[in-house]
């Protein structure tokens, strides 16, 4: 962004954006549908066998609930729960935490009242949350990887028979970088290490947590790795080390997840008839005082 | 003086301050024989390739490191043995006769934290240290914008990320070292750290406090650019005590290539 001003504008924007996957629908009839019957359809159909215990699950609100509509999101942020509400959309199936801790108990925060307001934004819209991580995680070929290859419009050009690794027409590093900035929307969470002219043509896609086991096995393979959330003291300082250098673009978690959220509604949306099931997110949640 | 003898000595030290050696402890020796004879000293954010490189360049045998030297939390190299980036680590250390050893968790004990003295210094936060609450700074009100390109400014950090609104206005500032900020109270404004999750860290919730127009931000570093200036305090320390051989900062740096590549 030329100025901070332009920069401000782009979060709002951002932050503002939905993301309809849907034509508009005419209002039916309300459904009968309850958000347990709909959240045992999934489970049905993820193809994963239901591990016990998981993350996932009620986080929010009623399990009796009627569904008037679905929104899937990476992270229930105040203000995706706010546009989910106005939207119409009660039912929403998340990635991350919504009370900031895996336990859901808002962790230092649970006596903060941000804490305590969006426990009450929930109950006022009679919202439900309900949690889909491991299990989307689960299936196989990987979802999120997939997805984020589509939205760089990669899916073309997968490796079969290798684990998130894409043949991408030669480039040089600093073109991927605006081809990665442009096409995802990244702000200030953008992080990379390499050599701007060092041509990059073989890519491992790890979204999510980048973790050391499937870098240090996948990167012999690849000039470079598009990581989404990957350790400073692992990935980062091992990409470093590598002789001849090989480059690491870091996305942040939830700008490599998303593309995963919206297939997940559209893949909801595939054996849900009877509501609208949307994708809404959040963008990167950083800026950057240099950019 | 070998360089098992300069960490006897940091346990000596230690001890005199009230701080026991630990029984599970990741501040051990990583590589190389602690038998060496040490002809210098180098303290570092993290023993990078490229650390060890200019080390050795400088005659400094014995690498003092915060972070790990192979990519895990516990330096366990089992997973690694076939990796060729581990390999030509290692035989990098093994040929210039290096010594690393790892000073994490003893050196957050010490009081002050030097990892959190050498990130206020740098921010230029330490005259605004609070008198009652450890690692707070109180700061002419300011507004995030603001503290942001400052902070760029002075760590030369060439990936700062901020979350919260730019125009916030601020006072109260928390400062953590390394991995995760400290929580965002009500009696803090701004928390800045190294880096942190994206999720169970503190960005989602500065996101809902804006939201709910409670401006709460938080400001991450990079973790080398968060305790890479700890280590030059560890450095000082030692030069306290550890005396008839050089000791120098040598700094991991910012491993990050600027915003726009």
């Known amino acids: ?291 | 003086m070998t360089a098992k003898d300069v960490v006897t000595r940091i346990q000596q030290r230690l001890a005199e301050s009230g701080i026991a050696w630990r029984a599970q402890t990741v501040d051990t020796f990583k590589a190389g024989r602690p038998e060496t004879t040490v002809r210098g000293i180098a303290t570092t954010g993290m023993a990078t390739l490229d650390t060890l490189r200019r080390a050795s360049a400088a005659g400094r045998n014995f690498v003092i490191t915060h972070e790990p030297t192979f990519y895990n939390h516990q330096d366990q190299t089992a997973a690694l043995e076939q990796d060729t980036t581990y390999q030509a680590k290692l035989r990098f250390i093994q040929d210039h006769r290096l010594v690393i050893f790892r000073l994490h968790d003893h050196a957050h004990m010490l009081r002050p934290d030097p990892l959190v003295v050498g990130s206020a210094r740098v921010l230029g936060l330490t005259p605004y240290a609070s008198a009652s609450e450890r690692n707070v700074y109180v700061v002419p009100e300011t507004r995030l914008r603001a503290l942001a390109s400052d902070i760029a400014r002075r760590t030369g950090g060439r990936q700062i990320r901020v979350c919260g609104d730019p125009d916030m206005k601020l006072t109260r500032i928390a400062l953590g070292p390394g991995y995760g900020v400290p929580p965002l109270t009500q009696a803090v404004d701004v928390s800045i750290g190294g880096e942190a999750p994206e999720s169970g860290g503190q960005a989602e919730y500065a996101l809902d406090a804006q939201a709910l127009g409670r401006a709460r931000a938080v400001i991450l570093l990079g973790h080398m650019m968060s305790e890479d200036w700890g280590m030059h305090e560890v450095a000082e320390w030692l030069r306290g005590f550890v005396t008839g051989v050089p000791i120098e900062w040598i700094p991991a740096g910012e491993p990050f290539g600027a915003p726009r590549g």
């Open chain 1, 1 to 291: 962004m030329a100025t901070t001003r332009s920069r401000r504008e782009f979060l709002w924007t951002a932050a503002s954006t939905l993301a309809v996957c849907t034509a508009p629908r005419v209002a039916a009839a309300p459904s009968e549908l309850t958000a347990a019957e709909l959240t045992g359809r999934v489970r049905e159909k993820v193809g994963v066998a239901w591990r016990t215990p998981s993350v996932d699950g009620f986080k929010a609100g009623r399990a009796e609930a009627l569904v008037t509509g679905i929104a899937t999101a990476v992270l229930p942020t105040v203000d995706v729960l706010r546009r989910a509400a106005a939207a119409g959309h009660n039912l929403l199936i998340t990635q991350e935490p919504t009370f900031y801790t895996s336990a859901e108990d808002g962790g230092a925060a649970a006596s903060d009242p941000v804490y305590a307001a969006k426990k009450a934004l929930i109950d006022e819209r009679h919202l439900v949350i309900w949690r889909f991580s491991d299990h989307w995680n689960a299936r196989r070929p990987n979802e999120s990887v997939a997805a984020l290859a589509n939205a760089l419009g990669w899916s073309a050009y997968r490796l079969a028979d290798a684990d998130g690794l894409y043949r991408i027409p030669e480039v040089r590093l600093d073109t991927l970088l605006q081809h990665v900035r442009t096409r995802l929307r990244v702000r200030g969470g953008l992080r990379w290490l390499g050599v701007p002219d060092m041509p990059v043509r073989t890519v491992v896609l790890s979204p999510g947590t980048t973790d050391l086991p499937s870098t240090v096995s996948r990167l012999p393979h690849a000039d470079a790795i598009i990581a989404g959330e990957p350790r400073e003291w692992e990935a980062v300082p091992y990409v470093l080390d590598t002789r001849p250098r090989k480059a690491l673009v870091s996305l942040g978690r939830v700008v490599s997840l998303e593309p995963g959220a919206a297939a997940c509604a559209a893949w909801v949306r595939s054996f849900t008839p009877e509501v609208p099931v949307d994708s809404l997110t959040t963008g990167d949640p950083y800026w950057s005082p240099l950019s």
